[in-house]
């Protein structure tokens, strides 16, 4: 009973071998829970969030969406709200489906904005199946310091 696999010859099982396909696997029929296809969009919905000198600038890969599927919104004042739906195609009953991996359904994200971004301003634009929201950054007021004479 070896513990290091033969590659020439047969294989015999052995409960003392760990790489033996004869041993019971408990995980063998177990099914792993899927995500439905109303929330696979949701996992797909990536955003980069950059800062530079004059904005906040986010966008987000949303490949096969019209800018009428998406919703960009600022909310409870400070929070940028990106949200939209991919339908589900439309099923021909004459048509064979070989794969189905394209994700559709609803998906939202949110980020809290810092105390300098300017929500009166928030541009967005939709090109190539990129999002690219911009939020311009207010000049924040240095606050000012008054030095106080130590008496004593």
Do not use: C, Y
């Amino acid at each position: 009973m070896s513990l290091i696999p033969s590659f020439v010859g047969t294989r015999r099982g052995s409960i003392f071998d760990p790489l033996s396909a004869d041993i019971w696997d408990p995980f063998r029929d177990f099914q792993f829970p899927q995500l439905s296809q109303e929330n696979s969009a949701i996992v797909n919905a990536r955003v980069d969030w950059k800062e530079t000198q004059e904005a906040h600038v986010f966008k987000a890969d949303l490949p096969g969406l019209r800018k009428e599927e998406v919703k960009v919104e600022i909310e409870d004042d400070r929070v940028l709200q990106i949200s939209g739906k991919r339908n589900v195609e439309e099923e021909d009953k004459s048509d064979t489906w070989h794969r189905m991996e394209r994700s559709s359904g609803e998906f939202i994200r949110r980020f809290r904005l810092p105390e300098n971004a300017k929500v009166d301003g928030v541009r967005a634009s939709l090109e190539n199946g990129v999002l690219t929201v911009t939020v311009p950054k207010e000049e924040m007021k240095q606050p000012e310091v008054k030095a106080i004479e130590i008496s004593g």
